[in-house]
């Protein structure tokens, strides 16, 4: 039971608001030292599993990154821009950007764009700006749906495309559930089908898209 002092550890860390990092590290050496590991033995295991997950650190890294850019004005740097262009409309922009994360997607670009790095700081701004310059000030349920259509815009962009990148982990997935049928597929085939449904996917979005301009036309429609 020793080795469970590492979670006693952390909850105290998180129930006293300590630095998350430091917790967590006080924590690994905590349940290294209940268990008998030796210093240099538990040094060893500390550093390959932080290079095996360094990359998570993009993901800690991008929210300090991107509050610091919001604190210096990026959100109305960004809506500026966007209302300075009258082709700009807001289910136009929503429909460019569902094309580009699709297409991203489907050439293994997944990270290139998301939810904390592009829709949070720059798209959700860019389509509130571009529905304002239309119809003035927008009610606070109406730049709700427009930030849930700009998160469900990336989401069907990314999920749709990634599916046709071959060495994607869910056409791998289904290469495996074949061959245990004893069906030999390759996994080009598989991501080759999943092209009629990133089609009818991007058809089907892009029509409510194309939708959205109309409905902010429309009081009754979007209040």
């Known amino acids: 039971m020793k080795p469970l002092l590492g979670i006693l550890v952390v909850i105290l860390g998180f129930a006293f608001k300590v630095n998350p990092v430091l917790v967590v590290a006080v924590a690994a050496v905590v349940t290294g030292w209940a268990a008998g590991l030796p210093v240099v033995k538990l040094l060893a295991v500390i550093g390959s599993a932080f290079l095996k997950n360094r ?5 800690v890294l991008t929210l300090p990154v991107i509050g610091l850019l919001e604190r ?10 966007v209302a300075r262009l009258k082709a700009a409309t807001a289910g136009r922009l929503l429909l460019l950007y569902l094309l580009l994360r699709q297409v991203a997607s489907a050439l293994g670009l997944t990270s290139l764009c998301g939810h904390p790095q592009t829709v949070r700081p720059l798209l959700a701004p860019m389509v509130e700006a571009a529905a304002q310059r239309s119809r003035g000030p927008l009610q606070p349920a109406t730049l709700e749906r427009l930030r849930a259509l700009a998160a469900a815009t990336d989401n069907v962009g990314l999920f749709f495309g990634e599916d046709i990148f071959v060495a994607f ?4 997935l289904v290469q495996s559930f074949f061959r245990d049928q004893n ?6 085939q598989i991501a080759l089908w999943g092209i009629p449904t990133a089609v009818a996917a991007f058809l089907i979005h892009g029509f409510r898209l194309w939708r959205l301009d109309r409905k902010l036309a429309d009081p009754k429609e979007m209040p």
């Open 183 to 188: 069906i030999p597929l390759e996994p080009f």
């Open 169 to 172: 982990g869910g056409v791998l």
């Open 72 to 81: 210096h004005g990026l959100k109305e740097e960004v809506q500026g821009r």
């Open 55 to 59: 990359f998570l650190l993009l993901f």
